[in-house]
């Protein structure tokens, strides 16, 4: 589904990604990993059109990215939730979820002016559509609270299920369970298995947090400054002596880390 070949980004002569290739294949969580500073978001900005790489090509379904505007990239059917929140603090949690939709929005201001009945059929069923999703991220009873006055994780869930409401082909996840407690965790973790095999989403994953990644990922690419070092099913990278060595040092074990 995406594949990104021999891309090098560089930044004022610094190296960000060298050199990197790696395959996202449908239906599959591909999980991120690396220490900080590796390049990994950096992936997803080349992604969502944020960068231009120096060298390399992306595709996506057959298609080159680099052609792409980044305002396009939604409409290619990529979305993203971003390791900072960002929401619209003083909406409700089900008109965060509706602003996702903006993309798919068939609408002129005439229309909207006189309230035609094709408006209103059309903000019916993006509100059936945001209440079944808020059904499955178990957040229906907070769908009219103010996403100002939720936990951390909950902001969390509200920034993935707005980012789903596209129906995106490819699911970009930049460290969903950054600052959770183990409880909010292992509620994304299961967030996550439950959208790949009842939804068959394809899910491109950053994430520090080692026991999910085990968990819910079904391949995992490993980078260290810039460059990939490894790449596996999950038993095999938790193995892998260049993957401990880069991400923990010696002595460890990826398995005993969060």
């Known amino acids: 589904m995406l594949n990104f070949h021999e891309i090098t980004v560089q930044f004022d002569g610094l190296v960000a990604i060298n050199n990197l290739s790696f395959e996202v294949s449908k239906g599959n969580i591909h999980s991120i990993i690396g220490p900080n500073g590796a390049g990994k978001t950096t992936i997803f900005n080349c992604i969502s059109r944020y960068y231009t790489p120096s060298m390399g090509a ?8 680099i052609t792409v505007k980044p305002h396009q990239i939604i409409s290619e059917g990529i979305a993203r939730s971003f390791q900072n929140v960002e929401l619209f603090s003083e909406m409700t949690v089900l008109d965060n979820l509706l602003t996702g939709l903006h993309s ?26 945001a209440y079944k999703l808020l059904d499955l991220l178990q957040l229906t009873h907070l769908s009219n609270e103010k996403v100002s006055n939720l936990s951390f994780g909950y902001q969390k869930m509200v920034d993935i299920g707005r ?7 490819l699911l970009l996840l930049d460290e969903p369970v950054a600052g959770m407690n183990p409880v909010e965790t292992g509620q994304i973790c299961q967030l996550l298995l439950r959208i790949k095999e009842e939804m068959n989403y394809t899910i491109l994953l950053i994430e520090h947090d080692m026991s999910l990644v085990m968990k819910v990922s079904d391949y995992v690419t490993v980078m260290n400054f810039g460059q990939k070092i490894a790449e596996g099913i999950p038993r095999e990278i938790q193995k892998d002596p260049r993957v401990i060595e880069a991400y923990l040092g010696e002595g460890k074990s990826l398995a005993e880390v969060k």
């Open 163 to 169: 980012a789903m409401m596209a129906e995106p082909k």
């Open 58 to 65: 992306i595709t996506f379904e057959g298609k080159n990215l």
């Open 104 to 129: 798919r929005l068939k609408r002129n201001i005439f229309s909207i002016a006189l309230n035609l009945p094709s408006v209103r059929k059309n903000e019916a069923e993006s509100i059936k559509k």
